[in-house]
């Protein structure tokens, strides 16, 4: 059973149960999105004996975030994983839950609101997730996706000189190498332009890579600079990841 006389004196009064259907009851309390509409949350009675209570949005937070933003991308699906997973919050099929026991469920229900906001939020702090897991994300992807193209992390291609240092090296068979720059910011920028330079004053063989956090946030002059120092450029994570394996096949015909 629900405890649904406790959870309204835990909400002071203000919070309903309305049956939806048998078994499934929504739950009405004062708990908001940023646009004002209710959080919509729903609550499942114990199931075959189970101890727990299933409280979940049945798909509804999806299905509004989808009206404007989409989940359709690598870097996209992990960040809203690990919403999920930093808030014990798990997803089957578009529907987001948690199991609880009926004495946790009135802290349960209030941590699941606060992570359907999040979800829902995601279009306005996406940047700051994606800037703050940039060079994880973009490692994460390399180790999955391009593992077969024999990727080194941080070398340094000119002996006894570490200020030079490449993200990732890459080995084709055949090829010259290929050295790959994150670049989430003007500094970093400034400094792959160095290196790349550096390594063609001492004609070493290779191709260079700079995959972008975000290029627009580069002045203009900063994105000059690096293109006439670099071989190729991919201008965000989103783009590399849908376009590197192709791009590293080419390379390594």
Known sequence: ??????????FNGHAALRLRREGLYQFHAPLFHED?????????????GAPTIRVSDEGMT?????????????????????ILKENRVSEDNGVL??????????????????TVAKVSSMQFFRREVIRSMFYELLEEFILAQL????PEKQTFPLPGQDSYEVDWQFNLAGQKPIYLFGIKDRTKALLTTITCQAFAQRKLPFRSIAVHEDSESLARKDRTRLTNACDKQFTSLDEFQENAVEYFEREAA
């Open 1 to 10: 059973m629900i405890p649904g006389d406790l959870l309204k004196e835990q």
């Open 62 to 82: 999806l299905m509004r975030l989808s009206y404007e933003y989409d989940i359709d991308t690598e870097s996209r699906r992990r960040v809203f994983e690990r």
């Open 97 to 114: 839950y948690c199991d609880v026991g009926p004495a946790n469920l009135y802290p349960a229900i209030l941590q699941f609101a606060q």
């Open 147 to 150: 593992a077969r193209f024999n």
């Open 36 to 48: 004002g509409d209710m959080v919509d949350i729903f609550l499942a009675e114990p199931a075959n």
